[in-house]
Structures are given as structure tokens and as C-alpha cells.
């Protein structure tokens, strides 16, 4: 039974499901993580989750020629794909430098090391880490929301800040890394059936950055893929799958069934660059807290 708000794009084969909500009209949708969870639900968009001034104005000095906040290039290699990051040099994903992601211990000091360089772009008073756990706790059915933790008590990254430039895209993908060496420890915590995306946006491209997304699955058995046998076959997939396209403000906040659906977002084209800051997050396994990293 589609949850009330959704609306089921139209569909080539299956349906993304997407919930596109104000911030001040939540409250149908607290549950939309264990929604997720139970393959409910694929996306919800929230529009002005968090202080769209304090955001853009971040999002704004971000982008300012030569203003090098001491950002990361995890993807250099890849120029189309060369995302700038703070918050770590070492990001809880496959990345063109290290396909297969680092190992936990170099995640975890990497993560300690440039904490306060992400931190540090907010002006005094906005604590990132504490406004986003506010604002996920709106979507977690009442359980406790957390930034995840080492069992030596270290602490994950609880976000980054993303900053794709003219040129840049994010190529498709899913997020399902429970697999790799830098999960070990956070499998065996949270509930391995998916893997939920937050992204806040501080600042939208002009051209492009939109988050498109298809009712392509990772578990499914044919997926298109070329003749290297590892990228997908992005027209094949645009071809036979449907595809919801999410357009985002400064403010504006998505969940995202990453470890489920295939994504990707647009190649930017021309300034102003697409700024975010966002992270994963899952169930723990007894389904009582929300556990988030990046
Ligand atoms: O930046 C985005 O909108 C999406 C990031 C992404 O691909 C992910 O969270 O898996």
C-alpha cells in the first residue's frame, strides 16, 4: 500500500517511490527510516529541514575563488568524478584512489584528524552534528539518534562537506559497502539489510546537480553493466529503468535508499559549484537506535 504522500514516478519497469514533504509538514512521515528499511519507500525529500540562510551563506563562501578550506580530492584520478571533501581525507566509500576503501584504522584517524576543518565552516553557534541528529531524529520513529562509534570508543565522521565543481558529476552507483574492510565493525552494530543517504544542500548548481534516481536495485541479477564487467551501462539502465529526478535548495534535505537504488548525480555545468553535506546512516540491529556516519 503506497504511504499516502508518496508519488509513484511513471514507470518503465517498477517505481521509484518518493515522498517530496515541507519541514513544518513531517509528522505522517516519522517512520520513513524503518520505511526504508522495509522497502517502502525510496526517497523523501524535505524541503527547509535545516536554516536555509545559515546554509547558503556557508554553501556561498565554500565556492569563492581561492578559498581552500584544506578540501580533499579522494577521486583526483578521475577528473570528471573529483569531488572536493571536508571532514576527511579517507571517506567511508570505494574512491578512485582506494577502490576497495581504506582500512578502519586509517578511516578512523582520518576522520579525527579533519573533524574540525568540517566544523569549522559553520559560524559559532551552528553545531553540524547536532542539527543534523535533530533533524534525522524527525524521520526515526521515536529511537535515539547517534553518531556512530568504534568499539575503542573512537568516533566515525558524523558528515562531510561535499563540493562538486563545473565539470563534476557522482556516476552511478549504490552504496552497499557493508562488504568493505572499514565496515567491519559497524556490520556487526547496525541492520545490513540497506544503507540510508542524507544530504543536506548549502548551495544548488545552475546547471545540472540534481540526484537521479532508478528503480534499478542492486540485487537485481541483470543489471547492465559495459564490457569492463564493473561500470553500469548508464543508457542501458536509462533505458529500462524509471528514474526520479530530485532538484534541491539550500536547506532542503533528502534520505535516500542508497544501499538499494542506483543513483547518480548530474555533471555540473558552469559555476556556481553544488555544495552538500551528508553522510549514511542505518538501523542497529535490535531496530532501537539510528546510527550515522560518513
Ligand atoms: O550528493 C548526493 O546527492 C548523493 C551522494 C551519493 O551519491 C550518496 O550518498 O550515495
Redesign the pocket.
Known sequence: MPHPHTRVASSVRGSVRCIDVDAGDCAAVGNAIEDMYDDALDVIVVRGAFDAAVLAEVGERLDRDGNDPGWSRPNEKMPVEDVQLLGTDTPA?PTFRSPRGESLDAYLSSAAAHASEAAAVFNVGFDAAHEIRAVLARFSGARAVEAARARDGRGYAPYTI?R?ADGRQ?GV???YHYRLDLYRELAEQVDTRTLI?Y?ATLRSARGGGE?LVYSATSDAPDLPKLPNGYSYDLAAIEARYDCACVATDPGDL?L?A?GRCL???ERIAGPPS?I?M???LALDKPRERVLFWS
Open positions: 566509500t561535499r562538486l557522482i552507483h549504490h552504496d543517504s544530504v540526484l533528502f535516500l542508497s543513483h547518480r548525480v553544488r552538500t551528508g553522510g549514511f
